[in-house]
């Protein structure tokens, strides 16, 4: 237990930098699939050097001749055709009426980013032969691209970038009349069918209250194990229901977006660990982690109160990985005769109190589906 006149301090030091730019090459890869089912997917392009990252929105859709046509997953979930298979459509292959759209925009930057540096393009995709598969590339980085499939390979697509200022990245698979059919594949490169590289000119070493959050995996899914024989067989899902608390659709891992002005940094994050989170008491723990959606305001230039007060109960700041923090008490405390709900003079520590309820990551929730870390 604590006494009620002790204040949990955080120290938060913010260093002088010599500021550089430095030229940032990044390179993601992903599965087409995965996309193809998402419709649209945010990826996020964080220079190691710097810190500085941007997050790019990607969205791949249907082009057809036939306006009910859509992706249709193949081969357990490892290949690509379109159709509509429900009507009758064939939905086996990609033929010379049907096609790919992307779009690719910008959706947020760190500060030091220059804005009128970023680059993008679609490096190769995973594709299929399926009967003289002979498709065109065009994207507004590359010109007219003949590509004369043999077997299944990776293919290259963009070989220079396109700038992201202020404007939308357009790409498009087509067939013409006598350029067979193909599919999409992840088979060909390990499940990871996407290769997709990002260029910016980034200060280095700038301000560490708007780059140093975690947004590695920021475009992935938050996944929880629900029992321990769930962990053990690494089966982690996306969506959860325990008839209580319920999380019907996924939602993206921590870190969504970082804002800033010249007196706030403004961190958005769904509050969910950007590692898979659980199992709880092995899934009998009656709260369950959900998508908090937080816009969270930080000063620029913080101020210390002279006034110790108590903490109260909730997040208190955000780790790095958008995870609410909490301070160290539960929701009980010491009367002079027993324990009860509330705040009063001396509160228990809830590293040793509700320790077993945290799962390997010293985290659990309360019941509003708050995921949150007290140790």
Known sequence: MKPSNCQLWLSLAFAAFTLTASAASVTLTDSIVSLATNGTKYYTFVDPVSGHFVQVALTMSVHSSDPVDVFTSLDGDTRLGIGNPSIGGDGNHIDTSEGVNFAASVVTVSSGVAANSIGFRIVSLGLRDTGGGNPYWFSYASNSNSLPLSGEAVYSLDSASAGLFGASYLGYLRGVPGSGTYQITDVASGGQGL???????????????????????TSRYARIYTNDAAKTAGNAVTTWNN????????????????????????????????????????????????????????????????????????????????????????????????????????????????????????AHQENTGTHHYHA
């Open 243 to 362: 008839g209580t608390q319920n999380q019907a659709s996924p939602a993206y891992a921590g870190v969504q977006a970082v804002y800033s002005s010249s007196s706030w940094v403004y961190l958005q994050t769904s509050g969910l660990g950007q590692h898979t989170m659980g199992p709880w008491l092995n899934g009998s723990f009656p709260n369950l982690p959900k998508n908090q959606n937080v816009l969270y305001r930080i000063p620029r230039t913080p101020t210390v109160h002279t006034a110790t007060n108590l903490t109260g109960l909730g997040a208190i700041g955000y780790f790095v990985d958008g995870v609410a923090m909490f301070d160290s008490r539960d929701a009980f405390y010491w009367n002079g005769t027993t324990e009860v709900t509330g705040t009063g003079s001396w509160n228990r520590e809830a590293y040793v109190n509700e320790g077993a309820t945290f799962d390997p990551g010293y």
């Open 195 to 217: 290769t997709l590289n990002l260029t910016f000119t980034a200060t280095a070493n700038s301000d560490p209250r708007t780059n140093s959050w975690l947004t590695t995996y």
